[in-house]
């Protein structure tokens, strides 16, 4: 099981921007589709992007053309790159591991989660 590891989190004012990343543990993170998910007291977690082992991404339609994704397999890191941030986006993000079953096995893996806050 992979181990991940989140950083980048922390105060910003609205339309401010961050960078969220996650190092995972294991040489075999580039078998391993990657996600963010966020989550706020009372409510579900939900799926912010994701990113496939070749690199397809898809976003949640409040994140488009605001959020990029993407990864670094030579460094074992994924990156959520946050633009135009909005006080909305306040949640715990979640950096999340799943296995490609075309190459490997195993259960999904998730981060600590780092406290992004929007507000002025």
């Known amino acids: 099981q992979v181990q991940l590891v989140e950083s980048g989190g922390g105060l910003v004012q609205p339309g401010g921007s961050l960078r969220l990343s996650c190092a995972a543990s294991?040489?075999?993170?580039?078998?391993?589709?990657m996600g963010w998910y966020r989550q706020t007291p009372g409510k579900q977690r939900e799926l912010v992007a994701i990113?496939?082992?070749?690199?397809?991404?898809n976003y949640a339609d409040s994140v488009k053309a605001r959020f990029t994704i993407s990864r670094d397999n030579a460094k074992n890191t994924m990156y959520l790159q946050m633009n135009s941030l909005k006080p909305e986006d306040t949640a715990v993000y979640y950096c999340n591991a799943d296995p490609d079953r075309n190459y490997v096995s195993g259960l999904q893996s998730w981060g600590q989660g780092t406290q992004v806050t929007v507000s002025s």
């Open positions: 294991a040489n075999i993170f580039r078998f391993y589709h």
């Open positions: 990113i496939t082992t070749r690199s397809t991404t």
